[in-house]
């Protein structure tokens, strides 16, 4: 099982099922928030197999608890994301998306119709070792949705909480599992610069806000690369810059936004103390007024040594040892699961989905696409997980 499978690890009747959600969910992708119809699909998949639905948690999204034989030592969650993205769809496939403007770019759709598959292959069993609760969560993609949930208590009685995202640079039938910093913490920063007028023929006479959010825009890519240690991988972005209204008239004003991502906290702390002191200083050097503003966003996923080590061991279970594999390198993506591994003991592990003969493209990509056997690897590794988990919580004594 290298780049391919052999075969299912699940039977093909869940497989197919799966399938027809995910193309479903795919065809009406819903953003942030307003998840209304893909909440509905996933309460009637929930249904069918008998599980109560609770929607009362947030706007939009689901959560739904499978008892166990042991309840006393608390619950295992595994957390899908349901929301799509404002991107129009360009993949030609005859289940793209009906909505224009909206896509399932990011494989949420995959892991909503995963974790479903897992739903029903643990309905299935005779008993659970203890509760599994399967949380259905909204607004991923604004880093807003997993934050809002634990805020009303989705995480209370949990033990432990798995998730996983699907990703095209690991092979098909492969399972990425890796101790410690798996995804980046992603703030968002806004500097606004205050110079002076003027005419564009009489500079001496102005401060070009221009000249001041240029030289701040390089200086800004010095923090990484001279004040952070290289083995901690962090960025400093500016995305946008706007300044000026035109061609001979010195700008009086410029704002410069852009992104902040580190995987360990404390370098998330000394980026944004780095870029208040260097924007301070450039205005100070040019005679304007710089403020800045940092909206801090989702903390970095951090995976906890025991979840890991039973994830590890539910992936082997699944895909062979020798398709457990670690991250090749770091990911400076965020994921709001972070709010979660922040509260609990927590593993976030991906699923390789490239294959031959298929040409994938990157996340957020108007052409993105995935292997659909990817979901059955992550439906039978959840399933198998949730039970190693529930075992493992439950002292050899009981």
Known sequence: MSSSLHSLPIPSATFDRIVEVRRDLHQHPELSWK???????????????????????????????????????????????????PIHEETGLPFASRHAGVMHACGHDGHTSSLLGAAALLAAEDELPVPVRLIFQPAEETGEGARALIETGVLDDVTMIFGGHIDRGYPLGSIIVTDGHVNASSDRFKITIAGKGGHAGRPHEATDAVVVGSLLVMALQTIVSREINPAHPSVVTVGRFEAGNASNVIAEHACLRGTIRAQDPGVRVELEQSIRRVSTAVGALHDARVDVEIQPGTPAVINDRTPTELARHAAAQVVGDGNVRPLEHANMGAEDFGWYARDRPACYVRFGTSSPGHEFFPAHSSRFDFDERTLAVAAAYYHRLAIHAGQHLIPASS
């Open 35 to 85: 998840e209304q119809r893909t909440t509905e699909r996933v309460c009637g998949f929930l249904g069918s197999l008998g599980l109560a639905c609770d929607t009362s948690l947030a706007p939009t999204g689901v959560v739904t608890t499978l008892p166990g034989r042991d309840s006393s030592h608390g619950i295992i969650a595994l957390r899908a994301d349901i929301d799509a993205l």
